[in-house]
């Protein structure tokens, strides 16, 4: 399901939600973990409310107003594959904060109640106080709904304030418009750049993290051999050697002294093993603790040992001596100091709480500003109050949970790990985009609302949208329009060349950090947010979902490919993929000139539509039919297309926005075919290859884009290095890249692929994603 304007026109069929409740309920019933049963009944339920509510007529999936009754503003409740349940996100039963809030004003605890008091002198003062103190959260955009309509009432915009009003009167008795208490400012307005700090969890997320966390079973089992069951077993052996002679135990007799220390043995191995129950080896009869706890029992029962346990016995206490040699001999005490050395070093567990006690006395619904102190090791004081050594280290799978709080620059948590993808580095950008764009809000208490309201607008969840519809956007919900005038007051230079630098600084963070990957459709969408607030004209694309997609492209991907045109025009790439930017240029003059098609309403482009199903075509090969995944990889074939043609951003990245990543176009190159060569590692012995196979040839292209910017000497140099590279690998990786090396080196000194993209009779390949046949890397 993607996030964007361009869904196909198809109808949601309930298969699909039947047989995720299928899943859920298997998993309620039979997973091994309590929490996950219950997370999985819930989810259950909200399957059930998507069927039953397809089946009365009460859900349309696929349209941005699901719910019948609800506008396209009310957030809706959204499960896996953008199916609606039918429930509001800000619906449900009151939350404790209304009760709470209902007490207070001395009002009957129900929302439209509730609703109702806020309009009142009270009311209205309980909500400037919240402005002023910033003392609020909003978790659901909703919850920004009553305080915006407080302002401006309060900036004397009466009539704006009543229809604002009038407009969420309504919903009043079903959706929560109170915002939730928070003990301080709900965001930060202040100005803003790229090294504005941002956090991935908050401390409280990490709390959670290592509350969850629980010992490791098989240390914790070795821990106590090393501290309790070696050296008791040490003792039985030194027991028995008081009756050997030769090396042979019990060839002297067992006296009054030796067996009432041996029944003394055994009474505090009944202890022990009440004791201390991770370790059961020695409840083996055939272990050599256990033959010799055995053979202790009998002996002080005043039993004889039979030919058969003393010859098991003898043999226990020769290896035992033979492998660690005498108890109290060097070798013997080196090894058991070793051992109790490890056994004495804290758990991972122990200190998980060490961790969690320094971060239980921080703000909770932050990050942490300077992780160094959660991770330092055990001070003294902290010493004498857990009973950990004090100097003991901070293990790194405790530091990774405190690190992942950090709150930094988004490129330090990039540097850092903590960021470690492109769809990471997409949950985070919101919190910046969310002060950027409330920059335009020239009100010091509305620019922290606003940026309340959009953090909490991008954590709405995508809707499965068909017939070209596209996602709800901000700007669509009632209280942001209501205040738009505001925003538009202000609008000027320094607003959009904000935007323009945060765009910039965004757009260069993802490409270098990230050279391999294209760019998620969540990071896509807010670099949209900040490109039509500097109004630069250019447009970002989302990439298109093959299952529902039907042949059909806005505009703006046309005028995503004549842009990078513009930038690629007589470069390797466009030799290497056989496109006439041209033509395309051409062809988008001739589209302005026209009158757009309209596909369900919406506007698209026919001819770049019908040009990238012609290559895909040609690139499948003539009469190729759909093999593997039929439907959809044929559409991919042709989505690809459209990704080829416009570089999927990356030439709007670099010729509008002006991005300029360092150290340089061929490192990013470079580190772009190392994508390429690891997820080619990953095909062989693959039963599913082909979206790894895609995903390399996304990585190949991202590749040439790169290398295509670099000066001819550069490109001789990278060219030259490949073979170097590809060695790094295993050779199956070699053996299935070379076509593709093949064919870029074809083209780079000047050669071209024959019209099915293949060369000197197809040792030479033009590297693409999807096929409508098998694979050649396959």
């Given at each position: ?30 997973h091994e ?8 009944e ?11 509510g ?14 019948a009754?609800?506008p ?41 109640t ?5 309009l ?28 915006t ?12 304030a009543?229809?604002?009003a ?20 709900a ?30 079973t ?44 041996g ?74 100091r ?15 709480q060490?961790?969690?006690r ?35 280290a ?6 990774q949970?405190?690190e ?6 988004i ?18 950008v ?15 208490t ?31 919900l ?24 945060m ?6 963070l ?66 290497y ?54 439907w ?6 042709v ?23 360092q150290?340089g ?39 040439l ?22 060695a ?51």
């Amino acid at each position: 399901m993607n996030d964007n304007a361009e869904q196909q026109p198809l109808t949601a069929a309930p298969s699909y939600a039947a047989a995720q409740l299928a899943n859920a309920f298997t998993t309620a019933l039979t997973h091994e973990d309590a929490g996950t049963r219950r997370r999985a009944e819930v989810r259950g339920q909200r399957w059930r409310a998507v069927l039953a509510g397809m089946a009365e007529g009460r859900l349309t999936v696929g349209s941005r107003t699901p719910v019948a009754g609800l506008p396209a503003w009310v957030t809706p409740e959204v499960v896996r594959g953008g199916f609606a349940t039918g429930t509001p996100s800000a619906g449900g039963p009151l939350q404790p904060y209304e009760t709470e809030a209902a007490q207070s004003f001395g009002v009957p605890a129900e929302r439209r109640t509730l609703f109702a008091h806020c309009l009142t002198e009270a009311g209205l003062a309980w909500l400037w106080a919240r402005l002023d103190s910033g003392d609020y959260a909003i978790g659901v955009p909703e919850e920004a709904a009553l305080l915006t309509m407080a302002w401006l009432v309060r900036q004397g915009e009466t009539d704006a304030a009543l229809d604002l009003a009038a407009e969420l009167e309504p919903f009043a008795d079903r959706l929560r418009f109170l915002p939730r208490p928070a003990a301080g400012p709900a965001s930060e307005a202040g100005p803003t750049d790229a090294t504005d700090a941002v956090h991935r969890y908050t401390v409280s997320d990490a709390v959670d993290t290592l509350v969850r966390r629980r010992p490791n079973t098989a240390v914790e089992t070795q821990r106590e051999a090393l501290a309790v069951w070696q050296p008791f077993g040490d003792e039985l052996l030194v027991h028995w050697l008081r009756t050997a002679r030769d090396g042979r135990v019990l060839e002297l007799a067992p006296d009054a002294d030796w067996l009432a220390h041996g029944a003394a043995l055994l009474a505090r191995y009944r202890l022990l093993a009440a004791e201390h129950t991770r370790c059961t080896k020695h409840r083996n009869p055939k272990e050599n603790l256990g033959i010799l706890r055995g053979a202790l029992e009998e002996t002080v029962a005043g039993r004889p040992l039979d030919a058969r346990r003393l010859g098991l016995l003898r043999h226990a206490v020769r290896s035992m001596v033979r492998r660690r040699g005498l108890p109290g001999s060097a070798p013997h005490t080196a090894l058991r100091r070793r051992q109790a050395g490890q056994a004495a070093f804290p758990s991972h567990h122990a200190l998980a709480q060490l961790v969690l006690r320094r971060l239980a006395v921080l703000p909770q619904e932050t990050g942490v500003p300077d992780v160094a102190p959660l991770v330092r090791a055990v001070t003294a004081e902290e010493s004498r109050e857990t009973g950990l050594p004090a100097g003991a280290a901070v293990p790194p799978t405790i530091r990774q949970v405190a690190e992942s709080a950090l709150s930094a620059p988004i490129g330090t948590l990039v540097e850092r790990g903590v960021v470690p993808s492109a769809e990471v580095l997409a949950e985070l950008v919101p919190q910046l985009v969310a002060t950027t764009t409330a920059q335009a809000y020239g009100d010091e208490t509305l620019r922290a609302l606003m940026a309340a309201n959009y953090r909490a607008f991008r954590s709405r969840r995508s809707l499965l949208l068909l017939n070209l519809e596209r996602q709800v956007r901000v700007e669509e919900l009632p209280w942001v329009r209501a205040v738009s005038g505001q925003r538009a007051a202000v609008i000027g230079k320094p607003d959009a060349e904000g935007a323009l630098d945060m765009l910039r600084q965004l757009g260069e963070l993802a490409v270098h950090a990230f050279p391999g990957t294209i760019l998620p459709n969540p990071l896509v969408r807010e670099l949209g947010v900040l490109e039509r607030q500097c109004d630069l004209g250019a447009p970002f694309v989302e990439e298109l979902a093959a299952d529902i997609f039907m042949g059909t492209f806005s505009p703006k991907f046309l005028k995503a490919a004549r842009i990078a045109g513009e930038l690629l025009r007589g470069t390797l790439y466009e030799r290497y993929y056989g496109i006439d930017y041209g033509a395309i240029r051409n062809l988008a003059i001739a589209e302005t000139g026209a009158a757009l098609s309209r596909s369900y309403g919406a506007r698209t482009s026919p001819g770049f539509a019908r040009l990238c199903a012609e290559r895909a075509a040609t690139a499948s090969g003539p009469g190729s039919r759909p093999a593997y995944g039929s439907w959809s990889a044929a559409n991919g074939t042709v989505i690809e297309q459209a990704q080829i043609l416009t570089t999927h951003n990356l030439a709007t990245l670099v010729h509008r926005v002006s991005i300029a990543p360092q150290p340089g176009w061929a490192d990013l190159a470079h580190r772009s075919f190392v994508t390429v060569c690891r997820l080619t590692a990953r095909v062989h012995g693959n039963r599913r290859p082909l979206p790894t196979i895609k995903d390399a040839a996304y990585a190949w292209r991202q590749m040439l884009f790169h290398l295509s910017l670099c000066p001819p000497d550069e490109q001789r140099r990278f060219l030259a290095g490949l073979d170097e590279e590809t060695a790094r690998h295993p050779a199956h990786v070699t053996t299935r890249v070379a076509p593709a090396l093949a064919g870029l080196l074809l083209v780079a000194e000047g050669g071209t692929f024959d019209a099915d993209g293949t060369a000197a009779g197809g040792r030479a390949r033009r590297f693409l994603g999807w096929s409508t046949g098998g694979h050649w890397m396959r």
